[in-house]
């Protein structure tokens, strides 16, 4: 089956393509745009005006691409910002109506689970070790664990780019006090979600959606990016902490000039370091695996699989 599959999250709107067949998943065409739809919504509660029609704007012409490769399924999932917005359902609505999607918002719970089965899609079942899959988005950070292609526990924390950007980040470049500010929020949500059995299990984790591919890609300075090379990429904690250090001692400006680092990322970057950091620290990891397999994959296989 031909799906097509649109993710609008809080940071950025991003587009699958792809053929799938017996839980085999073959892009045909994968795009994303920056849309930053939770501007804002962390202080106001709702979607701004200006916001939803960057991401109207990145609809036009991911359905273009879509007619245009003839998919038999579409379906466009809707996280973080959307369910913290009170207009939440009225853009979804709009979604569906305007551009023809099968557009749901999804709780984080659902949102974990995708994320784990795409991120396990296709990779050897390695036992007798829990696996974390850790999705930094703009809104929130999925955290999952499980074995196999299996979740076993999941938590959808209140900590995400924008949201700590916003919350913490007022400076340019940001002050060391801002920086331990966030640092120590994020630590202390992370340690309230997650038992401490759960977190002592984890052997290995796999990092998924924009933070843990960009800082792949400045580590390998690919100019133009290169998903290849990215995916399966070893990213170690040392590693992050050095990206850290540079990037944070950067105004914006200069940010938006790091090779391997798409200028639009260039605002939320810092935030989502201390965010992937935070989280090798809580659960004692030396490393992750980096991958280009996450929700757009999951919601993929599942739209083959099950029609929904």
């Not at 209140?158 to 920086?179: F, K």
């Not at 202390?188 to 924009?210: F, K, L």
Request: charged share 25%; glycine share 10%; hydrophobic share 40%.
């Amino acid at each position: 089956m031909r799906v097509g599959v649109v993710d609008i999250g809080t940071n950025s709107t991003r587009l699958l393509i792809a053929d799938v067949e017996e839980g085999h998943v073959r892009e045909l065409d994968r795009r994303s745009q920056v849309t930053r739809l939770g501007d804002g919504v962390d202080a106001t509660g709702e979607l701004g005006e200006e916001p939803m029609q960057r991401v109207f704007a990145t609809l036009e012409a991911y359905r273009e691409a879509i007619d245009e490769r003839g998919c038999e399924a579409t379906v466009a999932v809707l996280t973080s910002a959307v369910r913290d917005a009170s207009n939440g359902s009225d853009f979804t609505t709009q979604v569906c109506d305007k551009y023809g999607l099968d557009a749901r918002m999804i709780e984080g719970e659902e949102e974990a689970q995708l994320t784990f089965l795409g991120a396990t899609a296709g990779r050897a079942v390695r036992g007798g070790a829990a696996l974390l899959v850790i999705d930094i988005g703009g809104g929130s950070t999925e955290l999952v664990v499980g074995e196999g292609h299996e979740a076993s526990f999941h938590v959808s924390t209140q900590t995400g780019v924008v949201r700590q950007s916003e919350r913490h980040l007022a400076s340019d470049p940001p002050g060391p006090d801002e920086l331990q500010a966030l640092a120590t929020e994020v630590g202390e949500i992370i340690e309230r979600s997650v038992p401490d059995d759960v977190r002592a299990s984890v052997a290995e984790a796999i990092g998924v959606a924009g933070t843990a591919t960009s800082c792949a890609a400045i580590e390998l300075a690919l100019n133009p990016y290169d998903p290849n090379r990215v995916n399966g990429h070893a990213l170690e904690l040392g590693t992050c902490e050095l990206l850290l250090a540079r990037l944070a001692a950067m105004p914006l400006a200069e940010r938006r000039e790091v090779v391997g680092l798409h200028p639009d990322r260039a605002p939320t970057i810092v935030a989502g370091v201390v965010i992937l950091i935070e989280v090798m620290r809580a659960f004692g990891l030396e490393q992750v695996e980096v991958s280009e397999h996450d929700l757009l994959w999951g919601a993929a296989l599942r739209r083959a699989t099950r029609g929904a």
